[in-house]
């Protein structure tokens, strides 16, 4: 149970959980856990002993097997008859992280069971997203017998048509939403599948590549822990990067491969942990904004192969250039987003269509492969669903990206208006389109009218799920440390936040950059050390002695050997 409290002063709502002091009573006596600790896991809907334990201790023996996936048989069957055969399979991949490093599991995986393969990622300019005819077409005439797809091909009906006619056999991987069909392949290997026995659907990309090369390592008779010590690192870079919930099974593989990244087991990932100052200890974050950004940069606004060939590298010096080159084009990617982020935010509040209850904003000047970043960033200052595109004024075509607020789902949105889009699809939260030119205010009002249905001015308000109102006696050193069972935290599994009431202000002090603060706060007789990120001027008015809730992260603050529990806040409202 949860309660809503309305926050005048910050616009948004705190979601604050009702607390089942029983069923954390059980937990503390069965698990040995903080009260801290009990609160998040009851809130999250673990209350369970049992499902506790297994949370708080992740196992990779848990993982499904693999010969419960969507035509796992038949994907293994045309793998291993082209090894035998010694036919060329031919590797197609997506330009994002999770169509990067689900190419490279198929690769060096395949490599080095004695499949000859040629692995290939496509050029967001020249190919756009999915199997273009053209990849078709370079497999066949590369002489290739299998065309094997990674985080792609679920709706590619006509390149799998075109490779089939050609002569090849077709094994689509992927996990994307299935349609009503699927393509007529010799193998559909999606974990989403109604018809799918699997225990987990929420794979990755990478995840279902390499839960499918795990089953081919079983049968070939090769050691699982070996197969998952050279792949884990991999997958969990395609989940975190993919932004899939860190539960179940996403949850084991991101916390093992973690670990095996922390390793540095590949020269390119390596490179890039230096290039990017990611050091131990990883955490998603570590993925989510060092490695992802750096990997999808590439794919963006140049040749995601550059990326894939970092992470099939061998060599330590051509680690450290690709590397380097990733880096710059990361550098560029940044200044063209936030030009566009500026030019962007501008024309919404010029225009008003930040009343809108779907903003669409089109520009020939708008880099195509950016457009997908800028529209999460204005998601998050608006508040509203968001479609940034491009204008195409050769083909007379606009194209782009959408990014969503909950409650109103993108990919749904785009096909319930056939009529209007070229092309469409995705997820709830994430989507692409193309229309016609010509067609632009009318996809502007249709959209609107559309989420018009089912958007309150309620929805609009940003929603802050709180773990806990606790007590500043329960947030102790000890219990903040135990928090870390938790981990790893990202979509699914957020980083635990909580409220405390009641809280006098005894000092609030500016930082080297004005922008943050800190402050001490005092309740129950405890004193917190807490930082305000970005919240400098707003509580520079806060006088000593005024009284606050305040919303909060507990972490602890490692600098110099010692470690400081500390508070991050990140609202409060004065009471």
Known sequence: MTTDAPNPMHQSHWQVAVRDHAAEAILCKELGVSRLVASILVHRGISDPKDAEEFLNPDLARLGSPTLLPDYAAARDAIMGARERKELIYIHGDYDVDGITSAAILDRFLRKIGCQVKTHVPHRMKEGYGIHEMAVTAAHEAGAKLFLTCDCGISAFEPVRMAREAGMAVVVTDHHHVGDIIPEAEAVVNPHRPDSKYPFSELCGAGVVFRLCEGLSDELGMPRDKYRDNFLDLAAIGTVADVMPLIGENRIITHFGLQRLAEGRKVGLRALMREANVTAPLRSSSIGFGLGPRLNAAGRIDDAALSLQLVLCT????????????????????????????????????????????????????????????????????????????????NQTIKGSGRSIPKFHLAEAIKAHPELFLSGGGHAMAAGCSFEKGKYQEVVDTLHAYAGTMLTPD????????????????????????????????????????????????????????????????????????????????????????????????????????????WHLRDYVEL
């Open 459 to 566: 929805d609009f308000i940003p929603v802050k799920r709180i773990d806990a109102e606790l007590d500043p006696t329960e947030i102790t050193k000890a219990a903040v440390l135990e928090m870390s069972k938790l981990e790893p935290f990202g979509f699914g599994n957020p980083t635990p936040q909580f409220v405390a009431r009641d809280l006098e202000v005894l000092s609030v002090l500016p930082t080297k950059n004005p922008i943050h603060c800190r402050a001490s706060l005092r309740g129950s007789g405890v004193v917190a050390q807490a930082m305000a990120f970005n919240m400098g001027e707003r509580m520079s008015s806060l006088l000593v002695g005024a009284k606050i809730d305040a919303l909060f992260e507990a972490v602890i603050d490692r600098y110099n050997g010692y470690e400081t529990l500390k």
């Open 315 to 394: 060599d330590e010096n051509e680690a450290n250039e690709l590397a380097q080159k990733l880096e710059v084009v990361n550098t560029q990617r940044k200044t063209e987003q936030n030009r566009i982020i500026d030019e962007a935010a501008d024309r919404i509040r010029e225009t008003g269509a930040d009343q809108q209850n779907v903003i669409v904003l089109a520009d020939p000047g708008w880099h195509p492969g950016i457009v997908g970043i800028v529209a999460g960033r204005l998601v998050e200052q608006f508040r509203r669903p968001v479609f940034v595109l491009n204008v195409d004024e050769k």
